[in-house]
């Protein structure tokens, strides 16, 4: 069946760029995303990239996206405190569109 | 501005006792979805309305149902809760142009934390 995994926590430091890495297993997926989400709060997407791309830029985000790998990445660069969040990577169903949800990454963010 | 909206923000209430939550969107999305996400874990999906067709998951209990009065409105009605059903409920909604074809991107609501006494 489908599955999309992350790895669970990442600290980092301020002004640093932080990876955070998925893996996915269905190969007819149309999108990808990156949501996230802080303490309390509901999921905002933060990106997108569709299967026929390999990267996409968006400000201090890079998308990265190995389709032959089915790995997917997102980087922030100089990332600073307020990106302390959790991140979810997310494959598309393609029929009917039910996004399938990692378990998310924990980013920690050190002043 | 266009959004996904949720009330209440938090919810609490008693073992066993009928609750309902609410979800509203100005965004004129034809799918409506509702999730459930416990404490550290990934948001599941518990069922989705496309326009007015219902759309449960397999593995979404029989305690919780949902209704979808209009376009914009969706509520989520969870007949008998228990202590496990205490988690963030999650609504969003998307374009989608048929059953059978991905929709464009999902957008969510903050959110409806619920705790069960």
């Known amino acids: 069946g489908e599955d999309v995994e992350q790895s669970l926590f990442l600290s980092v430091r301020e002004g640093d760029s932080s990876v955070i890495n998925c893996t996915y297993t269905?190969?007819?997926?149309?999108?990808l995303y990156w949501y996230k989400q802080e303490p309390g709060a509901g999921l905002q997407l933060l990106t997108y990239i569709f299967s026929n791309m390999d990267m996409k830029q968006d400000q201090r985000l890079t998308v990265l996206l190995n389709k032959k790998d089915k790995h997917l990445s997102l980087r922030i660069a100089d990332t600073q405190t307020g990106d302390s969040a959790i991140y979810f990577c997310?494959?598309?169903?393609?029929?009917?569109?039910?996004?399938?949800f990692g378990q998310g990454t924990e980013l920690s963010v050190k002043p | 501005d266009a959004m996904v909206i949720q009330n209440p923000r938090y919810q609490v209430t008693q073992f066993g006792k009928p609750v309902t939550l609410s979800c509203s969107q100005t965004l004129n999305h034809n799918v409506m979805y509702w999730y459930q996400q416990k404490s550290s874990q990934a948001p599941k999906l518990l069922f989705h309305?496309?326009?007015?067709?219902?759309?449960n998951e397999a593995d979404t209990p029989d305690n919780f149902q949902s209704r979808r009065p209009n376009t914009s409105f969706c509520f989520l009605d969870i007949r008998s809760p228990g202590l496990g059903d205490a988690a963030m409920y999650l609504c969003?909604?998307?374009?989608?142009?048929?059953?059978?074809?991905?929709?464009?991107?999902?957008?969510f609501g903050p959110g409806t934390r619920l705790l069960v006494l």
């Open positions: 997310a494959e598309k169903d393609n029929q009917g569109g039910k996004l399938i």
């Open positions: 309305y496309y326009d007015k067709d219902f759309n």
């Open positions: 969003a909604t998307s374009n989608q142009p048929s059953p059978d074809r991905a929709g464009e991107t999902q957008y």
């Open positions: 269905d190969s007819s997926s149309t999108y």
